[in-house]
């Protein structure tokens, strides 16, 4: 499965950003979709899940509320709508495809986009 975010840049704190992820060729080995990040000098983290179906969603808890993940009816792009953004969620966002409902740890996921930066500006 390939995996192309898109959407990222600069806001001013308490702003929004809408993130794309397009995904083509997904394979049988591709249940969910999911949105982690990485900060500078942190480790990748996860952000947020969401089923094939689009039924099914889970959340880190320190998205409380803020962020919302979602897909299209064809499928082909999973969305992560944030709010209330705060400098803290500065980071490279990444769309990774897995196979497990609930799989928050990176090594759960076989592919990845290449990332696209939120900077969130105090």
């Known amino acids: 499965v390939q995996l192309v975010e898109s959407g990222g840049g600069l806001v001013e704190s308490g702003g929004s950003l809408r993130l794309s992820c397009a995904e083509s060729?997904?394979?049988?080995?591709?249940?969910?979709t999911a949105w982690f990040r990485q900060a500078p000098g942190k480790e990748r983290e996860f952000v947020a899940g969401i089923s094939w179906s689009g039924m099914g969603k889970y959340y880190e808890g320190f998205v409380k509320g803020r962020f919302k993940i979602s897909r299209d009816t064809p499928k082909t792009t999973v969305y992560l709508q944030m709010s209330d953004l705060e400098p803290e969620d500065t980071a490279v966002y990444y769309c990774?495809?897995?196979?497990?409902?609930?799989?928050?740890?990176?090594?759960?996921?076989?592919?990845w986009g290449h990332g696209t930066q939120v900077t969130v500006s105090s």
């Open positions: 060729n997904r394979t049988s080995s591709t249940h969910i």
């Open positions: 990774a495809a897995g196979r497990n409902y609930g799989s928050t740890r990176p090594s759960d996921f076989h592919s």
